[in-house]
């Protein structure tokens, strides 16, 4: 099992629409599969992008099938690609 955990700060909307910018995301991956196994959010519009991890991990994505989404920018939902990317 591979963790990666990285501040919410990733997202420049993030940062532009919360005084203080705390939060976090992290990422559980299989080692033999490269799959997603968890995601880990706390922070202010988590709530909102969670369910797209969620997607993720019922549909077995691996990291290499994340790498050819394309994920709008500027969106808090940025840094989960950011976190899976520094897998």
């Known amino acids: 099992m591979r963790k990666v955990k990285i501040p919410l ?5 993030h940062l ?6 705390s939060g ?16 880990h959010m706390f922070g202010n519009y988590v709530s ?9 991990i019922e549909s077995e994505y691996r990291i290499e099938d994340l790498r050819e989404l394309v994920f709008p920018h500027p969106t808090v939902s940025e840094v989960v690609r950011e976190a899976l990317f520094s897998v």
């Open 16 to 21: 532009a629409e919360e005084e203080d910018g």
């Open 48 to 56: 909102k992008i969670i369910t797209l991890a969620s997607f993720m």
């Open 24 to 39: 976090i995301c992290r990422a559980v991956i299989d080692r033999k599969y490269n799959r997603i196994l968890g995601v």
């Open 9 to 13: 700060q990733y997202s420049g909307r």
